[in-house]
């Protein structure tokens, strides 16, 4: 029997037989195919899509540019290993890349295959250039799932289980949080504590973070916090590395989170979204920097496959000349709104969270005590559902929902969206009532 001659109940059969339950499927559906800010499943039902694969479908599913770059590059080649041959592909995004990272400056870039492959790489890379082994992460954090991204995740479950022991000097700062209480203030007293308790900043090769916490529960880092942590780091020699996995390529409103604060990274990450779907990452930064290294130190049997950078030129060519970087920005302020309507009028939701179009809502028991209600997020995914639009959940106590729609997404189906969930929550509401 062929995959397509099976049903849902089948196809789900099957992925319990076949695939370990630490795989995780949010939803109980299997997708046939996607276009633009739509998903078909094999029953043919559609979908409006607010997940994007995770934020990766910033371009939205199966972009023209996108489909025919690839097609081209199949009649080519399809692998090489830039360890043994160098391709034009692959040069040709590092340059694209420094472009946009460096700003004129002498930047570079090496291309790898999935997020943590950044992360993990990035870090060697600060190592390699300070010769000080510790890393500074924070709470709430998410860089991976591999030992070191794992390590550097600020939070237990379902991330670290009884996976350790965890890699060594990897130390964890508190995150601003001004829903319960933390300051940029109280974070930043918080650093110098663990430069007092812990490691000693001349010890300390670099500090991570994301502008944005992803899954972590959409929380950006304030702009006087990234502009202290900048200053931090320069006067104690440290390396500052920018986790843009998720934030990179317009969801914040701008190309990259880091550029809200007006400041610049020593090493930037990016994957999701840079390639349209296609498995590509990469480690930008500074030329010096990256050159630490010597020869060998890097690459990746995959990493800058030529058709994954072939979808990533495709997608650079469509932020350039589609506006998409201010089409987000447009699109995250009519989603803010319309959820802070949304808040007004629903008491479990305790706030809104993100920046640009890098959304979510917080639910919580109650106001007063503030306390986490997944519950009621676990609901309004599954109740989104079956009204036709896909969400997921995040946070460190997983009661957040979030929306990761692609950027294309027209203002129709935005208002569509707007809608459902709107529907959802009333619903929902009047049935608990009851």
Known sequence: MSEKQRNTEELLAARTSNIPRGVLTAHPIVVDRGDGAYIWDVTGRRYLDFVGGIGVINVGHNHPRVVSAVQEQLKRITHAAFQVAAYEPYIAVAERLNKLVGKGAAYKTALLTTGAEAVENAIKIARGFTNRPGIISFRGGFHGRTLLGVTLTGFAQPYKQNFGPFAPEVFHAVYPDSYRGVSSEDALAALAEVFATEIAPDRVAAVIIEPVQGDGGFLPAPIEFMKALREITQRHGILLIADEIQTGFGRTGKMFGFEHADIQPDLVTVAKSLAGGFPLSAVIGKAEIMDAPTPGGLGGTYGGNAIACAAALAVLDAFEEEGLVERAAAHGAKLSAALEALRA????????????????????????????????????????????????KCGVHRNIVRFLAPIVISDEDLDEAIRILADTLDVDSVSAAA
Request: net charge positive.
């Open 345 to 392: 009028k629903h008491a479990e939701i305790g706030v809104v969270r993100g920046l640009g179009f890098m959304r979510a809502l917080e639910f919580v028991t109650d106001g007063e005590t503030k306390k986490p209600d997944a519950d009621r997020a676990q609901q309004v995914m599954e109740r989104a559902r079956e009204r036709g639009l896909l969400v997921i």
